[in-house]
């Protein structure tokens, strides 16, 4: 071994919330990884994307002892609110659960991820341009990676492709083995955060005949907002004000102050896509995460998923390294894909549902009349809001002889 040589038991790539939250239940389990990230330290802590955060997620963080500042910052909600015909209809899934969804920003989580891990004293890598996954039919994969300049080595039992929808460990898979399922959709979600107060006091999901405008927030005077666009839409074209002109034309309402205009801190363009890879492993390396599957933001389930899929194969490597063999690491993907499944089902619902698709009248009578079923039908804001403050996750992230 050269002194650029790592040893290890799994090589992590990414530092997503997928790649971080595997890192911490391996450490809990006593089992050593080293994490390595393309962007920089900065880039990660400062990336705005999700903010709804599943009750099943935030247990799970919770149990890892890594929920103390999102239970004292996070909006905690009851369920959300959709707007169409000009009226304001509360969904209250607490009501009928119990529980809670949670607004907390992914940066936010992502930073805690990051500060418990450097208390851990484990190796993580920011700046780690190049990466290279090989030998992963074997037992003995190897992962290769620049950093300041020199070329380093890993040899791990596992690699854990955490590395998002843009990463390399998905494509160094061999294609042939693998059903890549996916569905696009014709428009984005252009996203801004301004320095406004929320017209509610929760998430507001607007359905319009001319497409969704979303109303969502991170604080008393923070609103994250999105509105459906087209998917060649070029952020150039939208200034200030002809964002703030369509946020108010779609989510004018007879009940409720028109939206409050105010500064754009940031503003971002996501295509919105599903796609499922099915099996999520090869050998000795799985896919976690947005690197095996995407589901579109309506619903607020991707950050959700990358969560549970962690807890999956924390769990099954927990049982790997007890020495109770490999089942449950063969099991992985059979394991994760039903849970997945219903979060692909729950967010094609109200992707379908919330967005403009088609032309013309049929599309949206079609979407109304779903739309009155939420608003008016106990029943279906129960079987919604089971799905939205989420499933029980496939596993534990610990296997039972492992105490918590
Ligand atoms: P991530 O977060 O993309 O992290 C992958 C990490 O891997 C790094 N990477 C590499 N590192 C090393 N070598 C390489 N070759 C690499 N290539 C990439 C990347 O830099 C990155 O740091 O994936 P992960 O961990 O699977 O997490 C998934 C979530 O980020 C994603 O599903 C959510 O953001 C989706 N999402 C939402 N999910 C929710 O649960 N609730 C929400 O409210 C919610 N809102 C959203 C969203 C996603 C959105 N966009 C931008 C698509 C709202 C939006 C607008
Ligand atoms: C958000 O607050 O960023 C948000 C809200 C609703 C979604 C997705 C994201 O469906």
């Not at 854990?160 to 160094?172: K, L, P, T, V």
Request: proline share 5%.
């Amino acid at each position: 071994m050269s002194h650029n040589d790592i040893r290890c038991q799994v090589a992590i790539i990414g530092a997503g919330p997928a790649g971080l939250a595997l890192a911490h239940m391996l450490h809990r389990q006593g089992i050593d990884s080293v994490v390595l990230e393309r962007q920089s330290e900065a880039h990660v802590r400062a990336r705005i994307r999700a903010g709804v955060i599943e009750q099943s997620t935030v247990d799970v963080l919770t149990e890892l002892g890594l929920a103390d500042r999102l239970h004292a910052e996070a909006l905690v909600h009851d369920g959300f609110y959709i707007r169409f015909d000009r009226q304001t209809h509360h969904l209250d899934f607490h009501r009928h659960t119990g529980r809670h969804a949670f607004v907390y920003g992914q940066a936010e989580i992502v930073a805690d991820l990051i500060d418990a891990r450097r208390q851990t004293g484990r190796p993580m890598f920011f700046d780690a341009a190049d990466v290279t996954v090989a030998d992963f039919d074997t037992d003995h994969p190897v992962v290769e990676f620049t950093h300041e300049g020199r070329r380093r080595r890993i040899d791990a039992d596992f690699i854990a492709g955490c590395d998002g929808f843009h990463g390399i460990c998905r494509e160094s898979i061999d294609a042939s083995r693998f059903n890549f399922m996916d569905r696009s959709y014709p428009f984005a979600w252009l996203g801004i955060m301004a320095r406004t107060t929320p017209v509610t006091d929760e998430g507001m999901y607007c359905a319009h005949p001319d497409g969704l405008s979303v109303h969502s927030m991170r604080g008393p005077h923070l609103t994250r907002q999105y509105l459906q666009v087209p998917a060649d839409t070029d952020l150039a074209d939208w200034g200030d004000e002809r964002i703030w002109a369509e946020l108010r034309r779609r989510s004018a309402s007879d009940d409720h102050p028109e939206l409050e205009t105010g500064e754009i801190i940031e503003r971002s363009l996501a295509p919105l896509r599903s796609v499922v890879t099915d099996p999520m492993q090869q050998g000795s390396l799985f896919l976690l995460g947005d690197a095996a599957h995407i589901v579109p933001p309506t619903g607020a389930k991707g950050l959700n998923l990358a969560i549970s899929d962690a807890c999956v194969l924390s769990n099954a490597l927990g049982v790997f390294y007890h020495g109770a063999g490999r089942d449950a690491l063969d099991a992985y993907t059979a394991t994760a894909l039903p849970r997945i499944w219903q979060a692909q089902a729950f967010s094609w619902n109200l992707t379908t549902t919330l967005h403009r698709l088609g032309d013309g009248d049929f599309d949206w009578n079609l979407r109304r009349a779903r739309l009155q079923r939420w608003a008016n039908s106990v029943d279906e804001q129960r079987a919604l809001g089971e799905v939205y403050l989420g499933l029980p996750f496939p596993t534990s992230w610990h296997p039972p002889m492992v105490p918590a």
